[in-house]
């Protein structure tokens, strides 16, 4: 079936025409590997250095805080991994219950090393609170992670005043920033925070490339081992193309922010009012204060899974809240946490908007749902 109506942004979105053109030279006539020595290399260096300052600005960050990584889970294993490595087993780190599996993995595979791990768990709307933050903080933490948006429900958390809480503990904070840059303000000095990590394919940037900032003077050990590149911190020849198109996707998303907002929290609106009028027992989940355009929506009774797959029949792509294995529907983690009650929980689906909807596909989406239901 052809996909008339894509609504899953939050999984990835569809490279922007100004990143693709931007890339294409990259491709072809200029070749040139960065760190060569004959002219060819000169210009793609200059790109490199100058989608640097680009993404550096973009976030009020130093370039030499900037480290190209190949998206989201690398730049994410790296903060958690290359923080921890410096210290002894048997000493810890915190990070929440609804973090990307990324995030959860790296905790884990840490955990299966010898360090502690603690997962905060959050309220019904996805909040991690400061006091939970606090009382975990003991002496052999050495770093905080939490998200700066969840993926699932779009929820934005506190990062500004989780930091403060961790610094004061002697603590370093990463924050995995993938849904929420591009989409709403960011600015590092202003969060404070040590480490954020970002994807291109999530703003209209090529999939395969992302990076971390670290700010200056936070310590961390790199993962790849090899040449040189990205001041001796991540080895690989640069993936040129990818990380123009990324500075292009980024900037080009800025530009248009507030305009963005506006429009995407109209067709959520458009969408919700569409699902009242027509009568669909559902409940939106995680707070007001959440990404533009992300809505986590639970059907009473219903399976998530079966919406997906007829909505799909129907030419309409969304995601689902819950993973389904071969025999039961299995809650996803984040719907586990927020506890979304039993009778709506495993009618989840995921609809996250892009500058590529219309309203009136979020009619057609209301009216596809439910005659799915009935
Ligand atoms: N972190 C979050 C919150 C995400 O949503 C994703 C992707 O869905 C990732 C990390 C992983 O990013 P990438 O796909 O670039 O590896």
Partial sequence: ME????????????LSHAAYEAMLPWLQSKYGNPSTLYSLARDPRR??????????????????EIFFTSGGTEADNWAVKGTMFQHDRGEGLITSAIEHHAILNSCAALERMGYAVNRLPVDQLGFIHEETLRSALTDNIRLVSIMLANNEIGTIEPVGKLVEIAHQAGALFHTDSVQAIGHIPLDVKALQVDMLSASAHKFNGPKGIGFLYV??????????????????????TENVAGIVGMATAL?????????ETEYLKLLSCR????????????????????????????????????????LDLMGTAVAT?????????????????????????????????????TPEQMDIIAHQISTILR
Wanted: charged fraction near 20%; charge should be negative; aromatic fraction near 4%.
């Fill in 321 to 357: 809240g819950s993973a389904c294995d071969s025999k039961d529907a299995v809650l996803s983690h984040v719907i586990r946490a927020i506890a979304v009650p039993q009778e709506y929980a495993y009618g989840t689906i995921r609809v996250t908007l892009g500058m590529d909807n």
């Fill in 251 to 259: 900037q080009e998303h800025l530009e248009h922010l507030e305009q």
């Fill in 3 to 14: 996909i008339k109506i894509y609504a899953d942004h939050a999984a990835t979105t569809a």
């Fill in 47 to 64: 790109a490199v250095a100058h989608s640097r300052e680009v993404i550096a600005t973009a976030i009020n960050a130093d370039p030499s």
């Fill in 271 to 310: 969408l919700i009012e569409q699902l009242k009028a027509i009568g669909v027992d559902f409940c939106i989940n995680g707070s007001e204060s959440r990404i533009p355009g992300s809505l986590s929506l639970s059907f009473k009774g219903a399976d998530g899974e079966m919406i997906l797959h007829r």
């Fill in 215 to 236: 700010r200056n003077g936070v310590r961390l050990i790199p993962l790849l081992d090899g040449g040189g590149q990205e001041h001796g911190m991540r080895a690989g």
